[in-house]
C-alpha cells in the first residue's frame, strides 16, 4: 500500500514539473507561415507555456503550436509541435 502511495504521488509530483529555460512560442499555419509575425511570445523560466498554447489555439483553430529555446533556438521536442483543434 505504500509503495502504490508513493508511486502514485512521485507521478503526480512530475506532472506538475515546469520545464525550466527561456523560450519562444509560434503559431503557424499547415503551410508553416508564421500567423504573428510581428508578436513574439515568451515565457520566461518555463511559466506560461501552456496558457500561450492554449491561447493561441483559441484564437486560430487549426493552427500548429511550436515552442523554441529563446538561446540556441532548437526547438524543445518535448513541448512541440502541437497541433490546435
Request: hydrophobic share 40%; net charge positive; aromatic share 6%.
Amino acid at each position: 500500500m505504500k509503495i502504490i502511495f508513493c508511486l502514485i504521488t512521485i507521478a503526480l509530483l512530475c506532472g506538475c514539473m515546469t520545464p525550466k529555460g527561456d523560450y519562444h512560442i509560434v503559431a503557424e499555419d499547415e503551410f508553416g507561415r508564421d500567423l504573428a509575425p510581428n508578436i513574439k511570445f515568451v515565457a520566461q523560466n518555463g511559466t506560461g507555456i501552456t496558457s500561450t498554447k492554449i491561447s493561441l489555439c483559441a484564437v486560430s483553430p487549426g493552427a500548429i503550436i511550436r515552442v523554441y529555446d529563446l538561446h540556441t533556438n532548437e526547438e524543445i521536442k518535448s513541448l512541440s509541435p502541437r497541433k490546435c483543434r
